[in-house]
């Protein structure tokens, strides 16, 4: 049977957008996150060249999160219809939307946060999408696509790729072996300096990225998650440069591989971001146990989205390969390949049941009571996070 999404408080927390989560004050939704690359090109790589529409050109040209499609999904595509895709990628938000908002990118397909998404829908930056063109649209889980139209009113632009929880990856053996109770569960293991001091040895990274690591951090400090206050972001400041002297990197991708073969222990991340770290440490049976959690004072859920910008030089090849994306044997081998969850129904049966059954990717209904959105910062306050977000990681 199709799993169907149920998320009362979080869908409203949602439907309240302009009125942060949490008590706080931000308007809708909106986080942010930070640069990787995996397959052919990196998030610096030159975007392919936005020729004036190109009619029937064979083409498509995607701008995806890097680590986020099954080894075989553009292959069996070019396959089955002999369009010839150029796949680059990205681990920030950021980066994507500086592109996009510079105009011309000459992709045919993006994939931002759905919290990126309201404002950059606000800037014209997408074209409707032609839901005629897709007819396997009906396998969307109707919960998540209402979650979504707090993001893009009327589902008009946006199709869920995957989405997933922001929380704490390990290497178990070095955990343990350094602090034998410690607090797992527990933001304490990412927030606490005393805590963090132990694992600073075996390498402690957290994501480039301000708008997962203020709003846990404000939950941390029971804090209204979308506050929008100066003074509680200086709270977060104080309690990141607490940690700060413990951490080895900030980097939104570096961290699976360093994960998998036990260059960091600790990390901030991106749940199936984690389970991939899993998966490469037991292929190149190396004896890192890798797992992860969503704390349980609470954690930020995102949604990725497929999105068609509106100088798109290929728009209706872009139809087709979201329709592709669609059909729920392609959703659930992209969700058995990268761990993340899907919004598509029908895949719901073929996804393998280690990962539909494992509450750290599929969150329960108790995890998920504690799980919350981004808010989007108003431009003031954005401004203020970012010279904050350089502070830290500068350690200034
Ligand atoms: N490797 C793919 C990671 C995708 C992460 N999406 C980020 C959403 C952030 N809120």
Not at 326 to 343: D, K, M, S, W
Request: aromatic share 10%; hydrophobic share 40%.
């Amino acid at each position: 049977m199709a799993r169907t999404f149920r998320n009362g408080p979080l869908l409203a927390c949602i439907a309240i957008l302009l009125t942060a989560c949490g008590g706080g004050e931000g308007s809708a939704p909106a986080p942010s996150e930070p640069a990787a690359q995996t397959e052919s090109t990196t998030a610096a790589a030159t975007a392919p060249a936005a020729s004036p529409a190109a009619g029937g050109e064979q083409v498509l040209n995607i701008y995806n999160w890097s680590d986020y499609i099954a080894e075989d999904t553009i292959a069996n595509f070019e396959k089955e219809t002999g369009i010839k895709v150029r796949y680059d990628v990205f681990d920030s938000n950021e980066v994507l939307e500086a592109k996009l908002l510079a105009g011309n990118t000459g992709y045919d397909i993006v994939v931002p946060s759905a919290s990126f998404v309201a404002r950059q829908i606000q800037a014209g930056i997408f074209q409707p999408l032609d839901i005629s063109k897709l007819p396997n649209y009906k396998n969307l889980d109707p919960e998540i696509m209402k979650i979504l139209a707090g993001y893009d009113l009327e589902n008009k632009h946006i199709v869920p790729w995957l989405w997933g929880t922001t929380g704490v990856g390990y290497n178990v053996a070095k955990i343990k072996e350094r602090m034998p109770d410690a607090p797992l569960g527990s933001w304490d293991m990412i927030f606490k300096p005393e805590i963090l001091s132990k694992f600073k040895d075996c390498g402690i990274a957290l994501l480039d990225a301000p708008s997962e690591s203020f709003p846990t951090a404000l939950r941390y400090l029971g804090l209204p998650t979308g506050s929008q206050k100066p003074e509680d972001l200086a709270q977060v400041e104080a309690l990141l440069m607490s940690i700060r002297p413990y951490i080895k990197y900030f980097h939104s991708s570096q961290y699976i591989n360093d994960l998998a073969n036990g260059e960091v222990c600790l990390v901030l991340g991106w749940s199936g971001d984690v389970f991939i770290a899993r998966d490469r440490a037991s292929e190149a049976k190396n004896g890192n146990e890798i797992t992860y959690y969503v704390p349980r004072e609470g954690s930020l859920m995102w949604f990725d989205t497929m999105a068609i910008p509106k100088d798109a030089p290929h728009a209706d090849n872009a139809h087709k390969f979201i329709d592709y994306v669609l059909r729920a044997e392609v959703a659930a081998a992209i969700t058995n390949y990268v761990n993340f969850p899907n919004a598509n129904a029908a895949a719901t049966p073929l996804v393998n049941a280690e990962i539909r059954n494992d509450p750290s990717l599929y969150p329960d209904a108790e995890t998920r009571q504690n799980l919350f959105p981004n808010v989007v910062n108003t431009p003031t306050f954005d401004r203020l996070v970012t010279r904050t977000w350089t502070r830290i990681k500068t350690n200034q």
